[in-house]
T-cell receptor, first 115, second 115 residues
Framework: DGGITQSPKYLFRKEGQNVTLSCEQN?????MYWYRQDPGQGLRLIYYSQIVNDFQKGDIAEGYSVSREKKESFPLTVTSAQNNPTAFYLC??????????????FGSGTRLTVV | AQSVAQPEDQVNVAEGNPLTVKCTYS??????LFWYVQYPNRGLQFLLKYITGDNLVKGSYGFEAEFNKSQTSFHLKKPSALVSDSALYFCAVRALNSGNTPLVFGKGTRLSVIA
């Protein structure tokens, strides 16, 4: 089945540690996105990529980094510079061409907790 | 700039009664509008979208939404609520001619359907 897979489902980070969240899709979608979800704040865009080897900052990129070496993969690294990383992280993808606009397909999310 | 407002953090409705979840938006030009639903610790699932055409859009699970250009609204409705409809609902928008810019999401409305 085609879909978008995020791993791990739960992740614990110690103070000062970098961690990487995985996002893989087999939908042949062009664009991929990372959102952060906090209670009462909705979804806030961290980074997005519309083509391999290119990505753009979203509204809250500070303390995060990404790469897009393959069309299928868009990992997110939460660096030690992100001083409040505890949140639910969602990855999404969408095609950019076609007869009509498409909504996003979302992964199941990764819950990151600082311990 | 694009923005979405969901004025109610929480909506409570009795099972069998009609439900409405409100959404207003702001974009330059014509909008693409979406509704998504999220169950606990899961990603978002697509419910319906408006691009052009009829102002009343029908979607998954018996949901529908009415596009009102003069009021810049896209309220989600269902004639008869089910307990299983209890979830977090997000409205999202982007401008029709925005060159594939990312969707902007509202802060979400928690729907609680009481038996």
């Amino acid at each position: 089945d085609g879909g978008i897979t995020q791993s791990p489902k739960y992740l614990f980070r110690k103070e000062g540690q970098n961690v990487t969240l995985s996002c893989e899709q087999n939908l042949n979608h062009d664009a991929m996105y990372w959102y952060r979800q906090d209670p009462g704040q909705g979804l806030r865009l961290i980074y997005y990529s519309q083509i391999v080897n290119d990505f753009q900052k979203g509204d809250i990129a500070e303390g995060y980094s990404v790469s897009r070496e393959k069309k299928e993969s868009f990992p997110l690294t939460v660096t030690s510079a992100q001083n409040n990383p505890t949140a639910f992280y969602l990855c999404a993808s969408t095609p950019l061409t076609g007869p009509a606009d498409y909504g996003y397909t979302f992964g199941s999310g990764t819950r990151l907790t600082v311990v | 700039a694009q923005s979405v407002a969901q004025p109610e953090d929480q909506v409570n409705v009795a099972e069998g009664n009609p439900l409405t979840v409100k959404c207003t938006y702001s974009v330059s030009g014509n909008p693409y509008l979406f509704w998504y639903v999220q169950y606990p610790n899961r990603g978002l699932q697509f419910l319906l979208k408006y691009i052009t055409g009829d102002n009343l859009v029908k979607g998954s699970y018996g949901f529908e939404a009415e596009f009102n250009k003069s009021q810049t609204s896209f309220h989600l409705k269902k004639p008869s609520a089910l307990v299983s409809d209890s979830a977090l609902y997000f409205c999202a928008v982007r401008a029709l001619n925005s060159g594939n810019t990312p969707l902007v999401f509202g802060k979400g409305t928690r729907l609680s359907v009481i038996a």
